[in-house]
């Protein structure tokens, strides 16, 4: 599904992906991201760093607002929920910033954690 904005000149159509890419340049500036995982944490953990976009983000747009699922790996010591609210805010501010359309939810998954290579 995506999202069509009827315009003087003509139409503009929004797409999913689109919304992936700005929701995935979004979670990478989050501090105490490692990674993007899968919905499925079997399937995902060989291919966590996956350069992907639309891996780790479900974005189902609906009556004009949208909703973004977000799996995402943490990084070992960070506090979960500072996390999990930064990548809510930082999310939501940029897909709105680009788009225009409203956000209604931006839920975040944290499928694992892992230790940084500093501290092994």
Do not use: W
């Not at 939810?105 to 694992?112: E, I, P, R």
Request: charged share 20%; net charge neutral; glycine share 10%.
């Amino acid at each position: 599904m995506s999202a069509t904005h009827d315009e003087p000149l003509g139409t503009i159509d929004i797409s999913e992906t689109t919304v992936s890419t700005i929701a995935s340049r979004a979670i990478n500036q989050c501090y105490g991201v490692v990674g993007m995982a899968s919905k499925n944490l079997a399937g995902g953990i060989a291919s966590l760093l996956s350069r992907d976009i639309k891996r780790g983000i479900d974005v189902t747009i609906e009556d004009g607002g949208i909703m973004v699922d977000v799996y995402v790996i943490v990084e070992y010591g960070v506090r979960i929920r500072a996390v999990a609210e930064s990548i809510q805010n930082t999310v939501k501010f940029h897909v709105e910033k680009s788009l225009g359309l409203p956000v209604r939810a931006v839920n975040v998954y944290v499928q694992g954690l892992r230790q940084s290579k500093s501290q092994t």
